[in-house]
């Protein structure tokens, strides 16, 4: 009995260490697709409407192949007589997300879209602040632009990066986070996208492979494409963008 309780501990052991050198290669993955990533911008020569884009690693496009393939470049690819201004930027916090928006000039943009929140619920921003934080960062953006929208991150804890009992505390950070993230949206009159989802209706989960990037935390070129299609199925995005095409070439 003792040897084979020995057995056990040392096969737990094991699993264990897989799982921990698993979690530092994706976290390796995780920097090298940072370090190659680049926020997408443009700026055609008969603009319609100007948008800007600030936030973290999804607003960059980090896990996309090409960043024509993230959320401003899917806006880009669409409706391309928009300026689009992305100052996204890799590993950011709502605290460094208003530093972003006090680089940009007041009044000057139709559209604000905003993409952050994971950090802080990767990090632990404790949740007293980030309340704090995202109404600052609300507050701000709707100063910037006329049309603030605010998407942030799907359900971490199902990420496959991560492992039990990890996952489950991402997973009750950002049910946490969300109830925070959906309160100061209602309260500002912000347009929020809700993209957390159970694990029984995730389609991140279901297929990983193809909605993750290679280090199974950020989205892929599909994954980013499935969140281009919540922002416009939730929000007034897409007829705003519509109207704005449609008054160049009538």
């Known amino acids: 009995m003792k040897q084979f309780f020995s057995f056990f501990i040392f096969l737990l052991f094991l ?10 290669f994706r ?18 020569s008969r603009a319609v409407l100007t948008m800007a884009v600030v936030g973290d690693s999804t607003a960059v496009g ?13 806006i880009a690819r669409d409706y ?8 996204g930027n890799d590993g950011e916090r709502f605290e460094e997300v208003v530093t972003q928006l006090e680089k940009l000039p007041d009044g000057k943009f139709d ?11 990767l990090r632990f921003t404790p949740l007293e602040r ?22 942030s991150t799907g359900n971490v804890g199902l990420a496959p990066a991560f492992f039990a009992p990890i996952s489950w505390i991402y997973e009750e950070r950002t049910r946490k986070a969300r109830r925070i993230f959906i309160s100061e949206s209602s ?45 416009m199925r939730q929000t007034p995005l897409s007829s705003l963008l519509w ?8």
């Open 15 to 24: 699993f264990v260490l897989w799982k921990v050198l698993s979690l530092a």
């Open 27 to 44: 976290i390796h993955e995780g920097m090298e697709l940072a370090g190659r990533s680049e926020p997408f911008a443009q700026a055609p």
């Open 62 to 74: 980090t896990g996309v192949t090409n960043p024509a393939f993230s959320v401003a470049g899917r």
């Open 80 to 87: 391309p007589a928009v300026t689009i201004r992305n100052l």
């Open 111 to 121: 559209i604000l879209l905003i993409q952050a929140g994971g950090n802080d619920i």
């Open 130 to 151: 980030l309340e704090r934080k995202v109404s600052e960062v609300l507050h701000t953006a709707r100063k910037k632009g006329r049309h603030v929208f605010f998407m």
């Open 187 to 231: 309260s500002q009159g912000v347009e929020y996208v809700d993209l957390f989802r159970e694990r029984s209706e995730d389609p991140f989960t279901k297929d990983p492979e193809k909605y993750y990037a290679p280090d199974m935390l950020h989205p892929s070129d599909e994954g980013y494409g499935l969140w281009y299609e919540e922002l």
């Open 243 to 250: 109207k704005a095409e449609r008054s160049l070439n009538p």
